[in-house]
């Protein structure tokens, strides 16, 4: 299977309510590296790569989210990255 990778940008009511920390439970159950983090307009980023099944899998998990949150929209960006330089999944700051 082929290896792909997405830039996410994930919006709702996703800071404040332990979203980056589902991600990254998410992340690691699937496989999946790269990064995810807070952004200044109350969005977060997600740059997820892996297995195109567990990328496509993860995504789904993305629109549900931890208890608390509510996601609107998840719109797929053009990454200025690869994903290869990844060996786990980091929460940024």
Do not use: H
């Not at 929209?73 to 690869?82: A, G, K, M, N, S």
Request: with cysteine; hydrophobic share 40%.
């Amino acid at each position: 299977m082929a290896r792909v990778a997405k830039l996410l940008k994930i919006t709702g009511r996703v800071q404040g309510v332990g979203y980056r920390y589902f991600t990254r439970k998410n992340a690691d159950s699937l496989g999946i590296t790269g990064w995810v983090r807070n952004m200044p307009d109350g969005s977060v980023a997600a740059f997820i790569c892996g297995e195109e099944y567990n990328v496509d899998t993860m995504e789904e998990r993305l629109w549900i989210g931890p208890r608390g949150a509510f996601v609107t929209e998840i719109v797929e960006l053009q990454p200025d990255e690869t994903g290869s330089q990844y060996s786990d999944f980091t929460v940024l700051r």
